[in-house]
Each structure stands twice: as C-alpha cells, then as structure tokens.
C-alpha cells in the first residue's frame, strides 16, 4: 500500500562542509535555494532509504488541512462617519506613522477577491495550489488579507498596514479543503517571492484524518495511531521549512511565518476545555497567536474558543474587514487575530528595515516583545495569552 508524502529535497546532496563552516557564501546561498518541494507515493519498503538519503531533509505523509473556521460571521452595514475598527486601535496602529511600506506580505487562505476595494492600488500576486482556480468563494481569505493591508472601506479603516503594496495570495483551502502538501508548497513559493511576513489562518485536520483511515477499512485504534504519526511528521516537516527560510534570510529576505493557534477550546462550556496550540502553528519557527475580545470597559480577555499556549495574542473577537463580494463583515476567531499579528509585524518589519536591523531574529523579537499585559481582565492565565496584546512600534503620527 502506498500512501502520498511530501519531500523537501536538495537538488545536491548536504555535505559535512555545510555543517562544519567550509562552505562559502557563495555555495551556501546556492545549497539553501535549491530546496524543493516533491509530493510522491511512497509504500512503507521505500521509506528506510528515504530516510537515510543525504539529499532529503525532511518527509511526512500529506494530511488534510482545513480553515481555522470562523465564529459569528454577519454582514456589517456601513455608516456615513469615519470609524476606526477596534482590532486597529488595541494593537495602536492608527497612532503610527509606518503605514508596511515597502514590505511584502503573504496571505496563505482561501484566495483573495481582488475586485474589492480594500485592495485598490496593492499588487496582488496569485497562485492557486488546490486544482479550483484563484479567486475566493469562501469569504475568509479576503477578510484576513484586509485586516493585514486592507484600504479603508464605508468610512472604516480595516487595515493594520495599509501602505503595503505587494501581496502574494496563495489559495491553500478550496471547497474541497487543502493539504499539508499545500501549504508547504505554498511557504515555499511565498518565500522564494520575496514574503517578508507569511500569514496561515488554518491547521491540521486530525479528526478528518482519522475518520478517513476508518472509511477506508483501517481498525480505529490503528487509524488513530497512524494518524499521530503522521501529525508527528508533518510538525517535524514544517520545522525544517521553517529552518530553511530562516537560513536564507541573510541571502533572499527575512521572512516570518505568523499561523493562528486554533479554535478548538471550549472555555465557555467547561473553564478547563482548553486545547493546545495545533499545527502548523506548534512547529518551532512560527510565531503563534491567541485571540482576544474587548469587554464593556476596555480590557481585554482571552476569546472562550482560543487554544493555548500561544506565542502572542491579538484581536480576534467581532473583527470587521473586507467581505467578498464587496461590502464588510464581522468574523472572530483566531483566524482574525492572526492577520492582525501578521499586519502588526510587516510594521516592526518596516521600522526595523529602516534602521538597518532587520532580520528574522529581530522581527520575531520585537514582535513577541511588543505583547502587552497591562489591559488584560485581572486574574488571566499567561498561557492562554502569551506575551500578552501585540503593540506596534512607537513612531508618533
């Protein structure tokens, strides 16, 4: 029996001298931009020299992913006065001068609908990696995309960086939902296209995973155990990616992967139904991010569906953005705070480069650093929230 795998692959074999400092800079550049990306079928005799080749870096069966699906989606009717989304003022982007210009964001989602006005002017750069074609039938990428750069919209501003002008749109969930092979690819492609900031608002889907081992004949005690290994894989998978992009840094762009923690607890119902952060947002290399909601008087606490152990937190909760198809619309989840980090992050990248200290150590410092626990409701669990509410750098309008 043969099961799908994704392979990240050097075009030549790694070497001791990579290792042990006797490459040049020159063939390190070369060794790091020739990884690759393979989706093959492979049956379990194969694996042991898979494994043992000194070209592949990492390999993982190809598990479904799925949306971190949204809470409370409803339509918002425009109002005739100026307004100020409340996601842009906790994270204080309207009390700064750097607007993300200059810097390159990547919304890995379900495609973008580049007619809507929010992305008036920003150069939108699409690939489709799930067979459907660009575009976004579901709503939840171009809602994302506007919370990260969107234009201001019925007299509200959505957007956290809205001087970015270049956005390379990976469409990683269809109807049919995405792949873990996907989602590779798509990092891939976003890093080797200058990303200096890459968004993922989705994870993996386990129980999906399982149930479609069970359908296919497999024992559930053995479909649950050849899922975990898998999960295990795929998490080891998205490390190495990780490890890749941030080797590159010094030759390409930084670039920092930002990915949502999750939707799956259940605070609301029972106060300990709390879930870990899921993958790819576990993975070492990622920053990770909780969702938050504004109270009556203008604290903030964790939002009941977050899943914990996040890096850092943000607004998550009634977020208003961009709708397909025109117009605006509210969603929560940790979907919704994780652009919120992303925007938030392409504007420490923007004051970071212009003070000459940008790299993927920094970006991800300061970002983490900026996290604010000063407005949280009193009695809050640090692992739930992280460093706390993500702030942007203090450059006075």
């Known amino acids: 029996?043969?099961?799908?795998?994704?392979?990240?692959?050097?075009?030549?074999?790694?070497?001791?001298?990579?290792?042990?400092?006797?490459?040049?800079?020159?063939?390190?550049?070369?060794?790091?931009?020739?990884?690759?990306?393979?989706?093959?079928?492979?049956?379990?005799?194969?694996?042991?020299?898979?494994?043992?080749?000194?070209?592949?870096?990492?390999?993982?069966?190809?598990?479904?992913?799925?949306?971190?699906s949204p809470f409370n989606v409803h339509d918002v009717v425009a109002t005739a006065s100026p307004k100020v989304a409340w996601g842009i003022k906790a994270v204080g982007a309207d009390q700064t001068s750097l607007t993300g210009n200059g810097v390159v964001v990547a919304v890995l989602d379900t495609g973008i609908d580049?007619?809507?006005?929010?992305?008036?002017?920003?150069?939108?750069?699409?690939?489709?990696?799930?067979?459907?074609?660009?575009?976004?039938?579901?709503?939840?990428?171009?809602?994302?995309?506007?919370?990260?750069?969107?234009?201001?919209?019925?007299n509200m501003r959505i957007g956290v960086a809205r001087g970015v002008t270049r956005a390379l749109i990976g469409k990683v969930i269809g109807e049919d939902s995405g792949s873990s092979a996907g989602i590779v690819e798509a990092i891939h492609w976003a890093s080797q296209n200058g990303a200096n900031v890459i968004s993922m608002s989705l994870g993996i889907d386990f129980p999906g995973f399982v149930e479609r081992l069970v359908n296919g004949g497999m024992l559930p005690a053995l479909a649950t155990a050849?899922?975990?290994?898998?999960?295990?894989?795929?998490?080891?998978?998205?490390?190495?990616?990780?490890?890749?992009?941030?080797?590159?840094?010094?030759f390409f762009q930084t670039t920092l992967l930002v990915a949502a923690a999750g939707n799956e607890s259940r605070r609301d119902e029972n106060a300990d139904f709390e879930i870990g952060v899921s993958p790819p947002a576990v993975s070492d290399g990622f920053v990770s991010v909780a969702a938050l909601s504004e109270g009556p008087t203008g604290l903030f606490k964790v939002a009941p569906f977050?899943?914990?152990?996040?890096?850092?937190?943000?607004?998550?909760?009634?977020?208003?953005?961009?709708?397909?198809?025109?117009?605006?619309?509210?969603?929560?989840?940790?979907?919704?705070?994780?652009?919120?980090?992303?925007?938030?992050?392409?504007?420490?990248?923007?004051?970071?480069?212009?003070?000459?200290?940008?790299?993927?150590?920094?970006?991800?410092?300061?970002?983490?650093?900026?996290?604010?626990?000063?407005?949280?409701?009193?009695?809050?669990?640090?692992?739930?929230?992280?460093?706390?509410?993500?702030?942007?750098?203090?450059?006075?309008?």
């Not at 990696?129 to 809602?143: A, L, M, R």
């Not at 898998?230 to 190495?240: D, G, I, S």
């Open 226 to 250: 050849k899922a975990l290994e898998a999960y295990r894989a795929n998490v080891q998978l998205f490390e190495k990616m990780a490890q890749f992009i941030k080797a590159g840094s010094p």
């Open 1 to 68: 029996m043969k099961d799908e795998h994704v392979i990240l692959r050097l075009k030549r074999p790694i070497t001791r001298d990579i290792f042990l400092g006797g490459a040049t800079v020159k063939n390190l550049e070369s060794f790091i931009s020739e990884l690759t990306v393979e989706i093959d079928n492979l049956d379990r005799r194969s694996i042991p020299s898979i494994a043992r080749s000194n070209d592949v870096v990492a390999f993982a069966p190809v598990m479904p992913m799925k949306l971190v």
């Open 306 to 397: 977050s899943n914990t152990g996040a890096m850092v937190s943000a607004p998550g909760v009634n977020v208003i953005s961009a709708k397909s198809g025109g117009g605006l619309a509210s969603m929560s989840g940790t979907s919704m705070a994780t652009p919120h980090a992303a925007g938030v992050a392409a504007l420490w990248a923007e004051k970071l480069r212009n003070s000459g200290s940008l790299n993927p150590a920094s970006l991800a410092a300061q970002l983490i650093a900026s996290g604010d626990t000063a407005r949280m409701v009193k009695g809050f669990d640090p692992f739930d929230v992280g460093t706390g509410m993500i702030q942007v750098p203090t450059e006075v309008v």
């Open 114 to 154: 580049r007619t809507h006005p929010a992305f008036a002017g920003v150069q939108l750069i699409e690939k489709d990696f799930t067979g459907e074609g660009n575009g976004d039938k579901n709503g939840h990428g171009s809602h994302c995309a506007g919370t990260i750069f969107g234009r201001d919209v019925d």
